[in-house]
């Protein structure tokens, strides 16, 4: 009964680290090695793995308990390199040091307590990146300073309002139909002189460039239903932004 629940404690540990890894921006081979790493480290004679972009399976077998499996499914990831670092050092330690899986547990809880001084990083590299790509892209100071706030409320959307489940496809649709109706707010009311400037610099915070990347490397690699899945989406994604986009310009042609 001991190494059953010895099995199960250490299945549960690896999982729960590859899902928060492939949460951070990790490709699923990445969050798959640390899974059988892990297992291996604690002892497990074999493992195995199968892993998509929203879901890993793994099974491992003891001599004494026999098989065991558990899966874990993601309704949502994104991109935190910092917090991906941290998840990569601790599954290194993990295999070099096999430290206690409760002590390893509660590591694993305070990795993923997300830090508000980090929110605001994360908020600040919204509204730079909006303004550096207007400016590169041919606008003027007052077109990157316009796509600042328009940023910082697709960051806020993002992080406050969009609800646990809901369709990321409808979600990232509406950010841009909101984005493009201020771009164009603003450039009426004289705060700001180019629109497809201000929405072109607000458009690149929200193109899933990772996801496409990480699409190629996985299909490189071999993980071709994975890296398949997610090309689909980013150009599911990226047609969903593009129309968000579109529906204000439409309407305020219209209405003009």
């Known amino acids: 009964m001991a190494e059953k629940r010895h099995c199960e404690k250490v299945l549960s540990l690896a999982l729960d680290i590859a899902k928060n890894m492939v949460k951070c921006g990790a490709e699923v081979n990445r969050a798959e090695q640390a899974v059988m790493r892990i297992c291996y ?44 670092e941290k998840l990569n050092a601790l599954s290194r330690r993990i295999c070099t040091e096999t430290p ?34 207007a400016v590169f892209f041919g606008g003027n100071f007052m077109d990157a300073i316009a796509s600042v706030p328009i940023a910082a409320l697709i960051y806020f959307l993002q992080t406050y309002i969009r609800v646990k489940g809901a369709s990321r496809l409808f979600f990232t649709a509406l950010e841009s139909a909101v984005a493009g109706f201020l771009a164009l707010l603003f450039v009426h009311f004289g705060f700001g002189n180019n629109p497809d400037m201000i929405m072109i610099g607000d458009i690149m ?15 490189l690699h071999g993980d071709l239903m994975s890296g398949m899945l997610r090309l689909l989406e980013s150009v599911i994604l990226a047609v969903a932004i593009a129309l968000g986009f579109a529906i204000p310009v439409y309407f305020w042609g219209y209405m003009a």
């Not at 604690?42 to 972009?53: H, I, L, P, R």
């Not at 409760?102 to 909006?130: H, N, P, Q, T, W």
């Not at 915070?205 to 990480?214: D, M, W």
């Open 41 to 84: 480290a604690y002892g497990m004679e074999k493992a195995q793995v199968f892993s998509v972009v929203s879901m890993i399976i793994a099974t491992v077998v003891d001599e004494e308990s026999g098989a065991h499996s558990q899966m874990r499914r993601s309704y949502s990831y994104g991109v935190n390199f910092g917090k991906l």
């Open 100 to 133: 206690d899986i409760d002590v390893v547990r509660l590591e694993l809880e305070s990795i993923c307590v997300e830090d508000k001084a980090f929110r605001l990083k994360y908020c600040f590299g919204y509204m730079l990146a909006a303004a550096s790509f």
């Open 205 to 219: 915070v929200l193109i899933p460039g990772l996801q496409l990347i990480n699409a190629v490397r996985e299909m």
